[in-house]
C-alpha cells in the first residue's frame, strides 16, 4: 500500500511567493525525504529528516516533520520559475540497513508562473 | 563526476518483443534499485540488489527480470513487454551501509511498447 500521500496535488504560485507541500503517511519510519523531478527526468534529492528530527533547512528549503500526526511539510521559500517540477515525498520504512526501502507518494505538481 | 547512468533514455519495442534497459554506476554503492513510474504516478520498486543478493518486491510480476553481473552494472529484463509496461524506468543507487544513506537516481529510460 503506498506510504506517502502529498498534499495538495497540484500547485500554482508566483514568482518570488513561497510554497508549501504536504505529506502524510501511515507507518512508523526511519526517515522522511523529499525529492523533485523535472518532466521526464530522474528524482533529485532535496533534503532528508531524520524520525527523530523535527525540522531541516538547506538552502530555500525547509522541512518539518510531525512523527505524532504522521506529516510533513516542505517549504520552498522566494520561488523561482526554475523550481516548477513535481515533488514527491518518500518514507524509510523500519527494515535495516540495504533491506531498507523508500516508498514513494504520487506527487505534487509545482508550477511556478514568471 | 561520480553518477548513475542509464542508457538509452527512450527505447521502443514491441509487444512481446524481449527488452533489456542498463545502469550503471560509478559511485560503487552496494545497492541497485529498479523503479517503474507510470504518468503521473509514484515510482514503484520492483526489485533491489544488496551486492549480488536479489530482492524482489512480492508484487513485481514474474515477467520482469534483473541481472547485476558486478558492481557497476544492473540490468532490468522485461522478457515479454505488453501495453501496460510502458513507462518510465528508474535506476537508483544507495551505498547501504547506514540506513540514513540517500538514493542517488538516473535520468530514467521511457519505454513505449507498440
Known amino acids: 500500500s503506498q506510504q506517502g500521500e502529498e498534499d495538495p496535488q497540484a500547485l500554482s504560485i508566483q514568482e518570488g511567493e513561497n510554497a508549501t507541500m504536504n505529506c502524510s503517511y501511515k507507518?512508523?519510519?526511519?526517515?522522511l525525504q523529499w525529492y523533485r523531478q523535472n518532466s521526464g527526468r530522474g528524482l533529485v534529492h532535496l533534503i532528508l529528516?531524520?524520525?527523530?528530527?523535527r525540522e531541516k533547512h538547506s538552502g530555500r528549503l525547509r522541512v518539518t516533520l510531525d512523527t505524532s500526526k504522521k506529516s510533513s511539510s516542505l517549504l520552498i521559500t522566494a520561488s523561482r520559475a526554475a523550481d516548477t517540477a513535481s515533488y514527491f515525498c518518500?518514507?524509510?520504512?523500519?527494515?535495516?540497513?540495504?533491506?531498507?526501502?523508500?516508498?514513494f507518494g504520487k506527487g505534487i505538481t509545482l508550477s511556478v508562473r514568471p | 563526476d561520480a553518477m548513475v547512468i542509464q542508457n538509452p533514455r527512450y527505447q521502443v519495442t514491441q509487444f512481446g518483443k524481449p527488452v533489456t534497459l542498463s545502469c550503471s554506476q560509478t559511485?560503487?554503492?552496494?545497492?541497485m534499485y529498479w523503479y517503474q513510474q507510470k504518468s503521473s504516478q509514484a515510482p514503484k520498486l520492483l526489485f533491489h540488489?544488496?551486492?549480488?543478493?536479489?530482492?524482489n518486491e512480492a508484487d513485481t510480476p514474474d515477467n520482469f527480470q534483473s541481472r547485476r553481473p558486478n558492481t557497476s552494472f544492473c540490468f532490468l529484463d522485461i522478457r515479454s513487454p505488453g501495453l501496460g509496461d510502458a513507462a518510465m524506468y528508474l535506476c537508483?543507487?544507495?551505498?547501504?551501509?547506514?540506513?540514513?544513506?540517500?538514493?542517488?537516481f538516473g535520468p530514467g529510460t521511457r519505454l513505449l511498447v507498440l
Open positions: 529528516i531524520r524520525s527523530n528530527e
Open positions: 518518500a518514507t524509510d520504512g523500519r527494515g535495516t540497513g540495504a533491506n531498507s526501502k523508500l516508498t
Open positions: 559511485l560503487n554503492h552496494n545497492v
Open positions: 540488489y544488496y551486492d549480488k543478493d536479489f530482492n
Open positions: 537508483a543507487t544507495r551505498l547501504g551501509l547506514v540506513v540514513y544513506e540517500t538514493q542517488y
Open positions: 507507518t512508523s519510519i526511519n526517515n
